[in-house]
């Protein structure tokens, strides 16, 4: 599969370059989700599915001559719901949507040392995949919490799982227990853009 990938990526260049079209042209290459099977994307936890690291970080590359420096490379998080607002913003259009769940990346792809100054990115998923259940998350800054929505539906104590990404990439120390404070805050600005956004919630069976 990675061979035909590749192969398939270069035809693609390829024929930008035979169509004269290279030089004007944005080439976006990015994944919505980590590999599927066996979990052992290492350095990272989890696979396809997760909300773990494994499942969640993937590589963005873009190409845009003339914007884009060729090697560059940018530590800032990004998320697909991005690239509406990016799309728009590069070639200056305006919508009438209102409330985009996403920002604008256009200012990375010109300059990769700056930021977004975006205070937290969020996912959601309500629904039951790949024998795991639902499950949300909300990372901010170095810290990442997942909430299990079967057990906080039931208050049950052990429904979240919180991450430092900084010191923990590979998510190996749940520091849930030690820091109910980051607990209280994430779960909270979670919640919070769940209803923002009318994210579809879990009903409890009467």
Not at 2 to 23: A, I, P
Not at 67 to 89: H, K, L, M, Q, Y
Not at 176 to 191: F, N, Q, W
Not at 201 to 206: F, Q, V
Request: with cysteine.
């Amino acid at each position: 599969m990675f061979e035909t990938l590749d192969k398939s990526v270069g035809n693609n260049l390829e024929s930008l370059k035979v169509l004269d079209l290279d030089n004007k042209t944005i080439v976006v290459f990015f994944s919505d989700n980590g590999q599927k099977g066996p979990k052992k994307g290492k350095p990272f936890r989890g696979s396809k599915g997760d909300l773990y690291e494994g499942g969640i970080r993937m590589p963005l590359i873009v190409r845009w001559p003339g914007t884009t420096r060729a090697g560059s490379v940018c530590e800032e998080v990004v998320i697909s719901n991005d690239f509406f607002p990016t799309f728009n913003d590069i070639v200056g259009a305006s919508s009438n949507a209102v409330d985009i769940d996403g920002v604008s990346f256009l200012p990375l792809l010109k300059d990769p040392s700056t930021g977004l100054n975006r205070e937290a990115v969020y996912w959601h998923f309500p629904h039951y995949r790949l024998g795991l259940g639902p499950q949300g998350a909300i990372r901010m800054g170095r810290y990442k919490l997942i909430e299990w929505f079967e057990k906080s539906a039931f208050g049950k104590t052990d429904a979240f799982e919180l991450y430092d990404l900084v010191n923990d990439p590979g998510e190996k120390k749940d520091l849930a227990d030690t820091r109910p404070d980051v607990i209280a805050e994430l779960s909270s600005r979670l919640k919070s853009w769940r209803e923002r956004v009318g994210a579809q919630t879990m009903a409890k069976r009467k």
